[in-house]
């Protein structure tokens, strides 16, 4: 999204909301289940409760702003995903989403595996005891340090993204007396977005080794000559927040056309095919994601069709759902600072966070849904932008949402399904602290990520 400077006057009178914000929800204290977590309800008060716990005494105990994530349908998802792809397939949560030590144990717990791409989520997931063997180790641009650290774990996977570090993993596990299980990761050009995809000959993007070319090729090629690494299969991620398998089928259609290629050329056949992650969730009630069974015998038949049409052995599949798996689950409340109507234009309604704690809205323009969660209120709809405290106008949480029109400071709103790519990506811009990350069960609720403190600051800059 670009924003530009341009004089007041037309740009500011499109105030008119596009799509499915032109006409306000029937009950606006309505709560659909497809985008708040499992064990959201009200009360008889008409109070928000999750796991049993109400968010006024939350906001009360932990403070606001803060992301709450209820525990046991992060557990349902990620066991639905396992169960879904049984034991013929590995389902790897992508911990880029959201990773802490509490949620590596409930993923271990759970049975699934886990993708990290960092020394800092490595070093996480370590600390928090999932089996090296269970975890893959992605990035454009490992550093040796980071390499060296992941082959001495001995980490299940690496997964290689150009020909430099080919050659430079192996030559890590040499040096240790390694031989480093890797998949490859190539592209395969396709483009996948929410509701198309596009399959181009190229893809124009830092990730992975082209297909085209013969690149890839000739990238499995040198990897398959070389004694430190040992070949298990190749990587394909094409997108995220895809709704259309379709973008999926193209890409297995290329990946198994590469298999077949190095089986022909090299009288090899590799065993393994992962298939990223990229799964969509409801952000908004516009949107419908599949279920982790569809998805996973969709996928299945794909790369059985054309693995049976290519006359070879099929892989076993590995998936890599982030957003899938901890989006929906969690939700961050907030607490209204001001109420200020801009006449004939709508209300900018400021909380206490922004984009420090989601920055999807100002970098992707993404779209959530807002709620009054602190009581009922039969109030007129108000057309709304919910914003944060930041020093910037683009400081946007939900950019086009009916709130009702009573609604006043010390109101507690909740935006569901920021449990992906919201605290992840938080940062400390105009030194706002990070929220904390409260993890609630059976009407106990636990902190896993603290919230950080002025001192937390100060500690860092050490003058
Ligand atoms: C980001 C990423 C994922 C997870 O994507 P989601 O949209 O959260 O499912 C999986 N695999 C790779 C390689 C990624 O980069």
């Given at each position: 999204m670009s924003r530009s400077a341009h004089p007041a006057g037309p740009r500011h009178a499109?105030?008119?909301?596009?799509?499915?914000?032109s006409a306000p929800p029937a009950d606006l204290n309505a709560l659909d289940p497809k985008v708040w977590a499992q064990t959201v309800r009200r009360d008889e008060h008409g109070v928000l409760t999750v796991g049993g716990i109400d968010v006024k005494q939350l906001a009360e105990e932990f403070g606001t702003p803060a992301y709450f994530l209820d525990e046991d349908d992060f557990r349902a998802r990620a066991r639905a995903w396992r169960t879904a792809f049984g034991d013929d397939a590995d389902v790897f949560y992508a911990g880029k989403a959201f990773l802490s030590r509490a949620v590596v144990r409930w993923l271990h717990e759970e049975g699934l595996n886990l993708d990290v791409c960092s020394g800092g989520e490595l070093a996480t997931a370590l600390s928090a005891g999932m089996p090296a063997e269970r975890i893959a180790f992605h990035g454009n641009n490992k550093s040796t340090g980071e390499i060296r650290r992941a082959v001495e774990a001995g980490v299940g996977r690496i997964v290689l993204d150009s020909f430099q570090e080919i050659v430079r993993v192996a030559h890590i596990a040499q040096e240790l007396g390694r031989r480093q299980r890797v998949q490859i990761r190539i592209t395969v050009g396709v483009e996948a977005h929410t509701h198309e995809f596009i399959a181009t000959a190229h893809e124009d993007q830092k990730f992975g080794i082209p297909l085209a070319g013969g690149q890839a090729a000739e990238a499995v090629r040198r990897a398959l000559q070389l004694?430190?690494?040992?070949?298990?299969g190749i990587h394909s991620h094409i997108g995220?927040?895809?709704?259309?398998?379709s973008g999926f089928e193209v890409a297995a259609h290329r990946v198994v056309g590469l298999l077949r290629e190095i089986r022909d050329k090299h009288g090899v056949e590799l065993p393994e095919i992962d298939l990223g992650g990229g799964l969509g969730i409801a952000y908004t009630s516009d949107d419908d994601p599949r279920e982790p069974h569809e998805i996973a015998k969709a996928l299945t038949e794909i790369v059985t069709r054309e693995c049976e049409s290519a006359r070879l052995r099929t892989p076993r599949i590995s998936v890599e759902p982030g957003r899938a798996i901890v989006g929906p689950t969690a939700f961050t409340l907030y607490e209204v600072g001001t109420v200020k109507p801009l006449d004939g234009l709508r209300t900018y309604v400021s909380v206490d966070g922004g984009m420090s704690d989601n920055i999807r809205t100002a970098l992707y323009d993404a779209e959530y849904s807002v709620s009054l969660v602190s009581r009922p209120s039969d109030a007129e709809p108000v057309l709304c932008r919910v914003v944060g405290k930041h020093c910037e106008s683009g400081d946007i949480v939900v950019k086009d949402a009916f709130l009702p029109g009573?609604?006043?400071?010390g109101d507690l709103l909740a935006v569901p399904a920021t449990g992906a790519y919201c605290r992840s990506m938080a940062s400390n811009y105009n030194h706002v602290l990070r929220p904390p990350v409260v993890a609630v069960r059976d009407g106990e609720a636990r902190v896993i990520v603290r919230r950080e403190t002025e001192e937390d600051l100060l500690r860092l800059d050490v003058g």
């Open positions: 499109d105030v008119l909301p596009e799509g499915h914000y004694d430190g690494l040992e070949l298990i995220s927040q895809i709704f259309d398998m009573d609604l006043a400071p």
